[in-house]
């Protein structure tokens, strides 16, 4: 118990300095430092994630820097997706349980080298500039295409349990041009709202470990905001490439 709570306040204070990241480091530390099975693991860290965003979700929609629209057009497409992805695990446990570990394990491998390549890239001057220009851009995609782009998101955090927050911000930032508060705020709702959905099918399927997710709770509440408090005085540019780095060699270490 006080190993998944010290891992619990170590990811919320990284989550709290960067405002991303949270389950490509936990899902990882509860399966292959801890030795966790997949499905709980998945199941536990989404579960843990969706009480922990709540709090982040609450206080965005106070401010009003969120866009409930995208929210909402998001949503139609990852909320369904997820319970696919929660069924598809289920169902190829319930197969072959090997299986679906090993399903797991290459995707989550394969996650964890997407998001770290996005943070790495994104300590390069040229491209956050350009990523900076791209918010300057207000045209949307149509309907069809922002459900599609939440269903593939959601499809695959309600597998992996990630993506939910970085993945989906970098979408918003090409795709949609938001601003940087709208951005984080519509971000961390929609992520709330997912991560709430795909945990709920978990629950349903009996992938959840509560204890595990009251021990990492304990943890992160305050790891998050420690880490708050510190993201103040710490450049967030010094973390970017350090946390990139270890998902970068987590990840190319799981497929090989």
């Not at 939910?164 to 911000?169: A, H, I, K, V």
């Amino acid at each position: 118990m006080v190993h998944n709570s010290l891992a619990g306040l170590l990811v919320g204070i990284l989550v709290g300095m960067t405002g991303m990241g949270g389950a490509s480091l936990m899902a990882p530390i509860l399966i292959y430092v801890f030795g966790i099975k997949a499905k709980y693991a998945i199941g536990s860290d989404l579960a843990y994630a969706a009480i922990a965003k709540a709090f982040g979700a609450f206080q965005h929609h106070r401010a009003g820097t969120v866009n409930m629209r995208i929210v909402g057009r998001l949503a139609l497409g990852s909320v369904p997706a997820s319970l696919v992805g929660v069924w598809l695990l289920n169902a190829i446990d319930k197969h072959n349980t090997a299986e679906a570990q090993a399903l797991v394990t290459h995707l989550i491998g394969a996650m964890l080298i997407l998001v770290a390549l996005v943070l790495i890239a994104r300590t390069i001057p040229q491209v956050e500039a350009w990523f900076a220009r791209r918010q300057q851009i207000h045209k949307e995609p149509s309907l069809a295409v922002t459900i599609a782009i939440g269903a593939v998101g959601g499809f695959l955090v309600g597998l992996t349990s990630i993506g939910s927050g970085t993945l989906f911000g970098v979408a918003l930032i090409l795709l949609f041009g938001l601003s940087a508060r709208e951005l984080v705020g519509t971000d961390i709702v929609h992520g709330c709202i997912l991560t709430m959905a795909a945990a709920w099918g978990h629950v349903w399927v009996g992938n959840v470990d509560y204890p595990l997710v009251g021990s990492l709770l304990v943890g992160a509440i305050p790891g998050i905001l420690l880490g708050g408090y510190f993201s103040t005085r710490m450049p967030e540019n010094a973390l970017r490439p350090a946390i990139g780095t270890v998902l970068l060699l987590s990840g190319l270490k799981i497929l090989l």
